[in-house]
């Protein structure tokens, strides 16, 4: 944090915000710089500039970086989430719409955990079966199933 960001407080006071540069975001977010320029490219982020046009970070930006990476750690595709964050922009009118994407999401993501839940068993029969007859091998390429 190097820098404070001055904002107009409701009752017409200044504010001032602690700030952070792009690299302290992504290093504390661990995100790469390049993935943050690319966020506010595609209209995800609105990064405010210092005087001398260097990007500064505000908590409620880095808050917003946080809940995107865990968007995309949810696989998440980057159109939807810029959907969302459209919907967010447009005003508290969209909320149904926001917690319908949301909603679906989660969905898809419960329907992934079934299958891979499914697969891991099978995975664990498997090692189970072999651990019993063969003991723990690593590289086995028997071939056979």
């Known amino acids: 944090m190097t820098s404070p960001l001055t904002t107009d407080h409701d ?8 700030t952070w540069t792009i690299a302290e975001v992504a290093e504390r977010v661990g995100i790469t710089a390049h993935t943050l320029r690319y966020y506010e490219r595609i209209g995800l982020l609105a990064i405010g500039r ?52 949301l909603e679906g999401h989660r969905d898809e993501i419960k329907s992934r955990l079934v299958s891979l839940e499914s697969a891991l068993a099978t ?19 028997s071939g056979s199933s």
């Open 123 to 141: 995975i664990e029969f498997k090692i189970a079966h072999y651990g019993g007859t063969l003991g723990s091998r690593d590289g086995d390429c």
């Open 50 to 101: 210092d005087e001398a046009g260097r990007r500064r970070y505000a908590e409620r930006d880095i808050n917003r970086v946080h809940f995107i990476t865990r968007l995309r750690a949810a696989d998440m595709p980057i159109g939807q989430i810029q959907r969302y964050f459209r919907l967010v922009a447009a005003g508290p009118h969209t909320e149904p719409e926001r917690l319908a994407l």
């Open 11 to 18: 009752d017409g006071d200044l504010l001032v915000e602690p």
